[in-house]
């Protein structure tokens, strides 16, 4: 052995009671466990001191958006800070593969929000399996900071086979829908995503995401949707992809499962009660969220799916015509646009944490309200002219949950953690920074929601299980060494709505493949992250 962590507090991820133990590392994986008492203790060169640490396997994050951020940033210790070892990419139907010259262009511009326009990045690769070979030879052959798992996006798939219509497709374009879907599947993916509150994936109709899903499943993949509303609605939305997925024979995992807005104040109940019904009949489903009330997103996104057709370019064209304008105005201040989840767009809970264009950065960190109050202009004049100005490129923080909420989802039987964060902006959502130690100090130690042994399970071995990775998410013999040891009484997010890159405490070291990647609280210069591939198991 070339480590052993002894005395720690081991919090196996099993959800079981933690126990004392020795734990000996080799070759990258969990060589012995010795429980204290129980016969000799291991040896090797470095012995790590852990009394008064706990040890738990390496966190999962199950709704990341570091897609470009892993390739341009050798640091990462926004994630890896927290303790995470693993991030799930390709979120919410919109990424970087797979794509032709055409749709890379469309969808850098789509996500400039999200990650940037990538004109810092050297986009390599046009297949789901060249951006995995691409980020385990990133920075010179020595990988990344985190492992990443990838789904494939059905928005950008819809976009490569049928551009930014909003019609049904063609057999023949739902053939090459599923072809891609194939393909990425059979190259390493770990399953499909959708962005159903997003262009152009959102124009996708239930019997054309269902055959996408039965391509999926018979991968032993799952499915994985920003489904059709967060707001009115929320419900329907939510059985229509435990229908839609059970049809399929497609295992499910909703993303950032949340009940927002005024509408569904007081309603997680009846989301869990939904969920309930369906695992008791059969069906397979997980889900993530994470541990913060404000959304974030894109402004853009907030626009009517009309408003969408066509690409970017489209969608700007439509800003800059005063009668179009007009009617997606309407649309979000009156109707309730699809974009703002059928609820009517409240401007004072919409707030600016970045812009791409510095000539506009004024807005960050103000409401749309209060920039347009310091303007003497209504909202939707200051609104119209930011998403022009900077090219749809803002992305927005809302402010529409309920914390009661929140807590109750958290605990339930399939729950896993997903920070959902996005990097970009000068004033991102703490969530990017602090979703994990969140969990552990906020939610366990101070508010006693979930015992410390029941939230690492929610960040470990269950997502590893929906992951179907067989030997990652616990502390056990045999299993690779990404861990992570965190002091139970002062964890913490550092991060804040005012802070929101602050790094947490409580958390000296992490491991990933055995090697540290954070070593007393200081990120090392390891690259020990690989592109974690689902070996493709055929049904049948």
């Given at each position: 052995?070339?480590?052993?962590?002894?005395?720690?507090?081991?919090?196996?991820?099993?959800?079981?009671?933690?126990?004392?133990?020795?734990?000996?590392?080799?070759?990258?994986?969990?060589?012995?466990?010795?429980?204290?008492?129980?016969?000799?203790?291991?040896?090797?060169?470095?012995?790590?001191?852990?009394?008064?640490?706990?040890?738990?396997?390496?966190?999962?994050?199950?709704?990341?958006?570091?897609?470009?951020?892993?390739?341009?940033?050798?640091?990462?210790?926004?994630?890896?800070?927290?303790?995470?070892?693993?991030?799930?990419?390709?979120?919410?139907?919109?990424?970087?593969?797979p794509v032709d010259d055409d749709t890379l262009a469309a969808v850098r511009k789509a996500i400039t929000g999200w990650n940037g326009d990538g004109s810092d990045i050297d986009f390599d690769w046009r297949s789901v399996g060249e951006y995995l070979d691409r980020l385990d030879r990133n920075f010179g052959g020595q990988g990344i900071a985190v492992n990443a798992a990838y789904l494939i996006p059905q928005g950008t798939v819809r976009m490569y086979a049928m551009g930014w219509d909003d019609r049904p497709a063609?057999?023949?374009?739902?053939?090459?829908?599923?072809?891609?879907?194939?393909?990425?599947?059979?190259?390493?993916?770990?399953?499909?995503?959708?962005?159903?509150?997003?262009?152009?994936?959102?124009?996708?109709?239930?019997?054309?995401?269902?055959?996408?899903?039965?391509?999926?499943?018979?991968?032993?993949?799952?499915?994985?949707?920003?489904?059709?509303?967060?707001?009115?609605?929320?419900?329907?939305?939510?059985?229509?992809?435990?229908?839609?997925?059970?049809?399929?024979?497609?295992?499910?995992?909703?993303?950032?499962?949340?009940?927002?807005?005024?509408?569904?104040?007081?309603?997680?109940?009846?989301?869990?009660?939904?969920?309930?019904?369906?695992?008791?009949?059969?069906?397979?489903?997980?889900?993530?969220?994470?541990?913060?009330?404000?959304?974030?997103?894109?402004?853009?996104?907030?626009?009517?799916?009309?408003?969408?057709?066509?690409?970017?370019?489209?969608?700007?064209?439509?800003?800059?015509?005063?009668?179009?304008?007009?009617?997606?105005?309407?649309?979000?201040?009156?109707?309730?646009?699809?974009?703002?989840?059928?609820?009517?767009?409240?401007?004072?809970?919409?707030?600016?944490?970045?812009?791409?264009?510095?000539?506009?950065?004024?807005?960050?960190?103000?409401?749309?309200?209060?920039?347009?109050?310091?303007?003497?202009?209504?909202?939707?004049?200051?609104?119209?002219?930011?998403?022009?100005?900077?090219?749809?490129?803002?992305?927005?923080?809302?402010?529409?949950?309920?914390?009661?909420?929140?807590?109750?989802?958290?605990?339930?039987?399939?729950?896993?953690?997903?920070?959902?964060?996005?990097?970009?902006?000068?004033?991102?959502?703490?969530?990017?920074?602090?979703?994990?130690?969140?969990?552990?100090?906020?939610?366990?130690?101070?508010?006693?929601?979930?015992?410390?042994?029941?939230?690492?399970?929610?960040?470990?071995?269950?997502?590893?299980?929906?992951?179907?990775?067989?030997?990652?998410?616990?502390?056990?013999?045999?299993?690779?060494?990404?861990?992570?040891?965190?002091?139970?009484?002062?964890?913490?997010?550092?991060?804040?709505?005012?802070?929101?890159?602050?790094?947490?405490?409580?958390?000296?070291?992490?491991?990933?493949?055995?090697?540290?990647?954070?070593?007393?609280?200081?990120?090392?210069?390891?690259?020990?992250?690989?592109?974690?591939?689902?070996?493709?198991?055929?049904?049948?």
């Amino acid at each position: 052995m070339h480590l052993v962590i002894r005395d720690a507090r081991v919090i196996d991820g099993t959800g079981g009671a933690s126990f004392r133990a020795d734990v000996g590392i080799r070759d990258g994986r969990i060589a012995e466990i010795r429980k204290e008492g129980t016969g000799p203790r291991p040896t090797a060169p470095r012995v790590l001191d852990a009394d008064g640490l706990a040890l738990a396997p390496g966190f999962i994050d199950m709704h990341a958006h570091s897609d470009l951020a892993l390739l341009r940033d050798p640091d990462h210790s926004a994630k890896a800070a927290q303790g995470v070892t693993l991030e799930v990419l390709g979120q919410d139907g919109l990424s970087y593969a797979p794509v032709d010259d055409d749709t890379l262009a469309a969808v850098r511009k789509a996500i400039t929000g999200w990650n940037g326009d990538g004109s810092d990045i050297d986009f390599d690769w046009r297949s789901v399996g060249e951006y995995l070979d691409r980020l385990d030879r990133n920075f010179g052959g020595q990988g990344i900071a985190v492992n990443a798992a990838y789904l494939i996006p059905q928005g950008t798939v819809r976009m490569y086979a049928m551009g930014w219509d909003d019609r049904p497709a063609t057999d023949a374009e739902l053939t090459r829908m599923k072809q891609l879907v194939a393909e990425g599947m059979a190259q390493g993916a770990v399953g499909m995503s959708s962005g159903l509150t997003y262009t152009p994936g959102m124009y996708a109709n239930d019997s054309e995401l269902a055959e996408l899903c039965r391509v999926v499943a018979q991968y032993d993949g799952y499915y994985c949707p920003h489904h059709r509303s967060y707001g009115a609605g929320a419900l329907q939305a939510y059985e229509e992809m435990v229908n839609l997925t059970r049809e399929a024979g497609c295992a499910l995992h909703l993303a950032h499962a949340t009940m927002n807005f005024g509408v569904n104040k007081g309603k997680a109940p009846d989301l869990l009660a939904l969920l309930d019904d369906a695992l008791d009949g059969g069906a397979d489903i997980s889900l993530d969220t994470y541990p913060y009330t404000p959304g974030c997103t894109t402004l853009v996104a907030m626009l009517p799916s009309w408003a969408g057709e066509g690409g970017p370019d489209a969608v700007l064209a439509r800003l800059r015509d005063d009668a179009t304008a007009e009617r997606i105005r309407h649309h979000l201040e009156v109707v309730g646009s699809d974009g703002c989840h059928g609820v009517p767009i409240e401007w004072d809970t919409i707030e600016i944490s970045g812009v791409s264009d510095p000539a506009v950065a004024g807005h960050v960190g103000r409401t749309i309200q209060q920039s347009a109050d310091e303007r003497g202009e209504a909202p939707w004049t200051t609104a119209r002219r930011l998403l022009i100005e900077d090219r749809l490129g803002s992305t927005i923080l809302q402010h529409v949950g309920h914390e009661e909420n929140v807590r109750q989802i958290m605990r339930h039987r399939v729950h896993t953690g997903g920070s959902d964060g996005i990097l970009q902006g000068d004033k991102p959502h703490p969530r990017a920074y602090g979703t994990f130690p969140q969990y552990l100090g906020r939610y366990a130690r101070e508010l006693g929601i979930l015992s410390l042994e029941e939230t690492v399970a929610h960040l470990t071995s269950r997502p590893a299980a929906r992951l179907r990775l067989p030997d990652r998410g616990l502390v056990r013999e045999g299993y690779r060494a990404d861990l992570v040891l965190f002091d139970p009484g002062t964890v913490a997010a550092g991060s804040t709505f005012e802070e929101p890159r602050t790094l947490p405490v409580g958390i000296p070291h992490v491991l990933i493949d055995g090697r540290f990647v954070v070593e007393d609280g200081v990120r090392t210069d390891v690259l020990a992250g690989r592109a974690v591939r689902r070996t493709p198991r055929l049904a049948g």
